[in-house]
């Protein structure tokens, strides 16, 4: 299984892009469209990594799905991809629902025919201390950050090993996104840590069953990176996550696009 694992106290500083790269999607360094002629579908891609991903894919050739609960976001996503000449679709869909879920990677399949790449990336991280919590925020995030992953992976896998048997690359591959804090626990965290684990163990046998037939299954396993997560937690939880990366250069979603200056750090929060 392939890894990164940043732990957010120690994570690398890394160059920020640039205005100019802000406002172009993609990465402004690729070489050629190596994805051209694949599909790929990207949950949570309203915001954040997704978004950024989603970006990517496109500028690499992929015709791209993106999939969210904030339709209105996703729209926008797609005009930005079309304006610089890729193509993508959006399928609103909140993917706590199996079927929703499953809706998704069909309407993605109907629409270009096939499935190379998923990064199943949707979640939440709601902090604080187990005891006295409120437990339908437990709910929440095992029911999006774990099982919604499964249902994602459940649904396209069938797909994803047709690519890989006669697509263009000989592979095909899905992403999971997890955190560091599927490796790396800390107070206050409990359930969240839970959900991620989870992540871990469940990739590592769905490579385990797939891998000698070409489909890929990676776990991501970001740090601090810059996003909308703190924003769904208590003001006094946010603050406390703010106050503890405020020195740190951190992640952002769009940093694996040609290197720039650096600026100046921003609040973060680990995925």
Not at 140 to 166: K, V
Not at 199 to 208: D, L, M, P, Q, S
Not at 242 to 263: G, K, Q, V
Request: charged share 20%; hydrophobic share 40%.
């Amino acid at each position: 299984m392939s890894t990164h694992s940043h732990h957010p106290d120690s994570i690398h500083t890394r160059p920020r892009p640039t205005a100019d790269e802000d406002a172009t999607p993609g990465w402004a360094a690729v070489g050629g469209r190596p994805l051209s002629g694949t599909v790929a579908l990207v949950t949570g891609a309203s915001s954040g990594i997704g978004e950024g991903t989603a970006l990517t894919l496109a500028a690499l050739g992929a015709r791209v799905t993106v999939v969210a609960r904030r339709a209105d976001r996703l729209e926008a996503l797609v005009e930005k991809i079309e304006s610089v000449g890729g193509q993508a679709l959006a399928v609103g869909a909140d993917i706590i629902d199996e079927e929703q879920g499953h809706a998704a990677v069909a309407r993605a399949v109907d629409t270009y025919g096939r499935l190379d790449t998923v990064v199943a990336n949707a979640g939440v991280m709601i902090l604080g201390p187990i005891t006295g919590a409120d437990t339908t925020d437990w709910r929440r995030m095992i029911e999006l950050n774990t099982l919604g992953l499964m249902y994602t992976a459940h649904a396209a896998a069938p797909h994803l090993l047709e690519a890989a048997s006669d697509g263009p690359r000989g592979v095909s591959d899905i992403v999971l996104v997890s955190s560091t804090a599927g490796r790396t626990v800390h107070g206050g965290g409990g359930v969240y840590n839970a959900s991620k684990y989870a992540v871990t163990a469940f990739g590592e046998a769905f490579r385990k069953e797939v891998t000698q037939r070409h489909l890929r299954v990676s776990l991501v396993e970001p740090g601090a990176v810059e996003t909308e997560l703190p924003l769904q937690n208590r003001p006094d939880v946010r603050d406390r996550m703010y106050e503890r990366y405020t020195a740190m250069e951190c992640l952002r979603p769009r940093m694996w696009r040609t290197p720039s200056p650096s600026s100046s750090p921003g609040g973060a929060t680990s995925r």
